[in-house]
């Protein structure tokens, strides 16, 4: 048999069939490496984590979307019930406040809408501020979604301004109210000629600024000003001895009025206005000191 020959410049189809076969085997080697090599990603790899995470971001947005929905809903649904009107009004923390007049001053009334009532908690405040000036805050609180407290705290009353033989009431902040009583109450001390309401805020400071040892011991504080003297104070006691000073330095001397008052055989006079020095009453001084 005679042998197929080629002639030059042509392949062989055996030949091309196998490098064929060698390039496929070759390929199919180096995706099969890739694959179980770890660590190096493929898209086939891939896909199933991006679809996860797809499924996560979708689950996320439903539930935000869902939980909006919902506490919307039951918002409205709060709005339209009876159970969102105030059935019934407390006040907490009042000390010399009427409970009934500060429900009247801060403009809520039964049937009111509760969550409306937080929101204005400040104009309520400054209702209840403007009638009744005794009062220092207010806090709006619920209770039972359709009970309103509200708490109050109040100014303390630091003195008692004397006009005319009546007593008018004088808070922490320099408020005079125009409550007329016929006398003084508790420890706190009484204001006495002062005129100018200048004069009377130097006095609050003044006594403000004492010690509380001094605090407790004051039963008066009367402006006895000259012309010489216009700044001069004179403080009433309760242990019957008096304290002459200046409203602008007696702060700074008032420390020295335990000493003087121990070394004195009677009661008198402590001056400190200029210097500091005591003097003993006469008997007709005496006498006018106790009346």
């Known amino acids: ?75 409205a649904i709060y709005f339209m019930l009876p159970i969102s009107d105030v059935q019934q009004m407390t006040v907490n923390g009042t000390k010399s406040v009427p409970d ?24 309520i405040e400054k209702r209840i501020h403007q009638k009744l000036p005794k009062v220092k805050s207010v806090n709006v609180k619920v209770d039972q979604f359709n009970q309103l407290t509200l708490v109050i705290k109040e100014y303390p009353t630091v003195g008692y301004l004397v006009r005319h033989k009546q007593y008018y009431p004088i808070l922490e902040n320099g408020t005079i109210l125009k409550t007329k009583m016929a006398q003084s109450l508790g420890n706190s001390p009484v204001y006495s000629q002062f005129k100018n309401d200048a004069f009377l ?48 330095t007696l702060a700074k001397k008032i420390k020295y009025y335990p000493t003087l008052a121990k070394q004195m055989d009677g009661k008198g006079r402590i001056d400190l206005e200029v210097g500091a020095y005591a003097k003993l009453f006469d008997n007709s001084e005496a006498d006018s000191t106790k009346n």
């Open 1 to 75: 048999m005679k042998k197929k020959t080629t002639k030059n410049g042509s392949l062989d189809p055996l030949q091309l069939l196998n490098v064929w076969r060698a390039y496929q085997l070759k390929r199919w080697k180096k995706q099969r490496r890739q694959r179980l090599t770890p660590g190096r990603p493929t898209i086939s790899g891939q896909l199933p984590h991006l679809k996860a995470q797809r499924t996560a971001k979708t689950k996320w947005r439903l539930t935000a979307l869902l939980s909006t929905f919902t506490l919307g809903a039951c918002v």
């Open 100 to 123: 009934q007049q500060v429900i009247n001053a801060s403009g809520v009334r039964i049937g009111d809408n509760v969550l409306t009532q937080i929101w204005q908690e400040k104009a």
């Open 201 to 248: 805020k130097q006095g609050l400071k003044l006594y403000q600024a004492f010690p509380n040892s001094i605090q407790s011991a004051v039963s008066e504080i009367r402006l006895t000003a000259k012309n010489n003297s216009p700044y001069q104070v004179h403080l009433y006691m309760n242990d019957g001895n008096e304290v002459v000073g200046d409203l602008r």
